[in-house]
């Protein structure tokens, strides 16, 4: 009974440079999500999944960032030419729509520093 | 342009004695209303939900309440435990299963 799971935990990088995260959700959800959570914030949409197929993109999404979920499975977002401000806290969920109710399951995050 | 507010950043509580922690909406049009526990370095927890045709859902200590006229929500744990501390964000549930998120409210319960 494993939950989702984030790899890695913690990315420091340069600016300028690209980085790439991961995230396994838990096995029989067909849905992923990721979402940004900065200091004081609470955690923001970014992208949704269902199965491969990716439905919805916030605004906050630039076209530096990419999302796949090739086969429906993992997930993995992209941000290329890192810049400051992307420093954050990327948290990954999953879920299986259980009733009318969505329940998000998340992982514990990958912490992104740019220096 | 926040659609869901939690407009006290922190509250500090007696162990045995009640939380009550608040949320304000601007949005009427969801469906349901979820509250989420956050410890550092962990990610959010599903806590309890409610949805917008009730008024009331309990779940052992934890107990929110919905004022859809005042468009208000609020998460009461009786009674409060130190492993109660924690952030705990609301959230608006949309159709699609995308949460907004409130800035969180970080709970300290003290002995």
């Known amino acids: 009974d494993t939950g989702v799971s984030q790899d890695p935990r913690h990315k420091i990088t340069k600016r300028g440079q690209n980085v790439t995260f991961r995230c396994d959700p838990i096995s029989e959800h067909n849905r992923l999500y990721w979402y940004r959570q900065t200091l004081g914030q609470g955690p923001e949409f970014l992208t949704y999944f269902q199965n491969e197929a990716q439905l919805e993109k916030s605004r906050l999404l630039s076209d530096r960032f990419s999302a796949e979920r090739p086969k429906g499975s993992f997930s993995t977002l992209e941000i290329q030419r890192t810049e400051q401000g992307d420093s954050a806290m990327y948290l990954c969920?999953?879920?299986?729509?259980?009733?009318?109710?969505?329940?998000?399951?998340f992982g514990s995050g990958t912490q992104l520093s740019v220096l | 342009d926040q659609q869901v507010k939690q407009n006290s950043p922190s509250l500090s509580v007696q162990e045995g004695r009640i939380s009550i922690l608040n949320c304000d909406y601007t949005?009427?049009?969801?469906?349901?209303f979820l509250w989420y526990k956050k410890y550092p370095a962990e990610g959010p927890t599903f806590l309890i939900s409610?949805?917008?045709?009730?008024d009331k859902n309990e779940d052992g200590r934890f107990t929110v309440f919905l004022n859809k006229s005042a468009k208000h929500l609020s998460l009461h744990i009786v009674p409060s435990q130190p492993g109660d501390s924690a952030v705990y964000f609301c959230?608006?549930?949309?159709?699609?299963?995308?949460?907004?998120f409130g800035r969180g409210t970080q709970l300290t319960v003290w002995p």
């Open positions: 959230a608006e549930s949309s159709t699609l299963g995308r949460l907004y």
């Open positions: 409610i949805s917008s045709i009730k």
């Open positions: 949005n009427s049009m969801f469906d349901y």
């Open positions: 969920a999953s879920s299986s729509r259980s009733g009318a109710t969505e329940k998000l399951f």
